[in-house]
């Protein structure tokens, strides 16, 4: 494996005191870059300054968007080790997301070792208030300058780092969820199952609609028939029917979310039934109808768990239901505190979910 290069930045940016600022708007001073072409595969693995990069106005991905990315976060632990959550399953799962798209996958190892090499000379960029982490977006896109139609010949993977605040700095704040049944973001046989750019964009408008209506994100149900429940823009959905943990299965249309697969290991572990399956949109109202369902939560990397505190279905006449009194449901609430205490260390990890940085 090529040993990977450092190019020293001329000056280090001043750390900025995260609770202060929005996700994603404030970057440290190192990125990771790799290269790909047919003659040299992924190649050139470097830590470079953190700097606009220079596309061609023919790039592939600004016409046909051929991109795909991860999102993970490092910690400090409570004894002051930088720490990353499952970072080896979100490289995997990045070449997972380079097959569905036709990128060329990228070495694993030299990522990884890219990753956590960038990870150590960023440490002191990893904010060590309750809650806070470093966010990790690797990512990859096509970089030919061609308009053709075509899989892209050369790639660019850049990791860049961004300091985040905690997400629930204020307590917990349940989502406002819309069942969506009009428009749709992935289909049997689409790219539901990779993290890519074209799910992003197929979710924008109804996100737009759903807001405008008081709601803060969509719930999507299959493109077919508006039936079956999917998972949330950015997140996997789980519910809490009599006592079972209930997700729908991962059947190609939704993403493999490492958050829902750390959820449900924990949630067996714990001895509750875990069931992934089809969830149709009209057991769930049977479900609230006669009692059972007694939470609804999201999973994903950003918040952890996100409580749902309303789901609205149906646009004529809409089912409008409550959940734990709009408030986070215990079950939420105890998984939420003990993947917390994980990352930081305060709860004895053994899964192997927390990678050591150096
Ligand atoms: C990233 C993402 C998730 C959450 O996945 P995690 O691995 O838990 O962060 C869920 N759904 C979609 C569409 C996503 O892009």
């Not at 709860?347 to 150096?358: H, R």
Request: net charge negative; glycine share 10%; hydrophobic share 40%.
């Amino acid at each position: 494996m090529a040993e990977i290069k450092f190019v020293k930045a001329p000056a280090l940016k001043e750390k900025v005191d995260v609770s202060t600022i929005g996700f994603g708007t404030c970057f440290t001073d190192y990125m990771f870059r790799m290269d790909y072409s047919p003659e040299e595969g992924w190649h050139g693995a470097s830590i470079v300054p953190y700097e606009d990069i220079k596309v061609s106005p023919a790039n592939t991905t600004l016409h046909y968007g051929q991109a795909i990315f991860e999102g993970c976060k490092a910690y400090v632990t409570r004894d002051g080790k930088p720490v990353v959550f499952r970072g080896k399953d979100h490289i995997a799962r990045l070449n997972r997301s380079a097959r569905i798209l036709d990128i060329p996958q990228v070495p694993f190892d030299e990522a990884y070792n890219g990753l956590i090499k960038l990870l150590s000379i960023e440490k002191d960029w990893i904010p060590n208030g309750p809650g806070q982490s470093l966010y990790i977006r690797p990512f990859i896109f096509a970089s030919d300058s061609f308009l053709g139609v075509s899989v892209s010949q050369t790639y660019v993977f850049l990791i860049i780092l961004s300091p985040v605040a905690a997400y629930y700095a204020h307590g917990f704040a349940p989502v406002k969820i819309m069942v969506e049944d009009h428009y749709s973001r992935a289909c049997q046989g689409g790219l539901g199952a990779a993290k890519t750019a074209a799910n992003y964009a197929a979710s924008l408008h109804a996100g737009l609609y759903a807001h405008e209506k008081g709601y803060d994100q969509v719930l999507w149900t299959d493109a077919a028939e508006h039936k079956w429940i999917g998972e949330v823009g950015s997140m996997n959905i789980l519910f809490k029917i009599d006592g079972k943990i209930v997700t729908p299965e991962l059947d190609g249309t939704i993403l493999d979310g490492i958050t829902r697969r750390t959820v449900l290991q924990i949630a067996r572990d714990w001895g509750y039934s875990v069931e992934e399956r089809k969830i149709s949109v009209d057991e769930l109202v049977e479900a609230y109808k006669s009692g059972k369902l007694e939470e609804v939560f999201g999973s994903g990397t950003a918040a952890v768990i996100s409580p749902v505190g309303e789901l609205i279905c149906g646009k004529e006449n809409p089912v409008h239901m409550v959940l734990n009194g709009g408030k986070i449901g215990p079950f939420a609430y105890k998984m939420y505190d003990y993947i917390d205490k994980l990352h930081t260390g305060e709860i004895e990890d053994k899964y192997g979910f927390v990678e050591p940085v150096e």
